[in-house]
Nanobody
């Protein structure tokens, strides 16, 4: 199973980016997808998670209104749309997957162990937001 995150880059503060997570070796409709990020010098944190059907989902409270997560199972891709980006959003963003539909509960109730409980983890994509 491989997860490929893409769409990162350099953007000015206030700008937008949409990250994509493409999966191979697994049918995306069979897994929940979670996004994590790790900023320089900071701990990894859960950003968003979407179940196999698109609902329910999880989004970090502080990112509501700016980030949205959506999936297109027909394209085997999950998207993380990021608007009104701030320099504090600068981080490496990782796409992960977990079979079944319990991942959003991990993000919500056990965020410190969610990363370890995901079944698959892809390489990250760097997002840099300049001020």
């Amino acid at each position: 199973v491989q997860l490929q995150a893409s769409g990162g880059g350099l953007v000015q503060s206030g700008g937008s980016l949409t990250l994509s997570c493409a999966a191979s070796g697994v049918t995306l409709a069979d897994v929940a997808i979670g996004w994590f990020r790790q900023a320089p010098g900071k701990e990894r944190e859960g950003v968003a998670c979407v179940s196999t059907t698109g609902e329910p989902s999880y989004l970090q409270e502080s990112l509501k209104g700016r980030f949205t997560i959506a999936r297109d199972n027909a394209k085997n891709t999950v998207y993380l749309k990021m608007d009104s980006l701030e320099p504090e959003d600068t981080a490496v963003y990782y796409c992960t997957a977990r079979r079944g539909d319990m991942a959003h509960l991990l993000f919500r109730k056990a965020p410190t162990v969610a990363w370890d409980r995901m079944d698959y983890r892809g390489k990250g994509t760097l997002v840099t937001v300049s001020s």
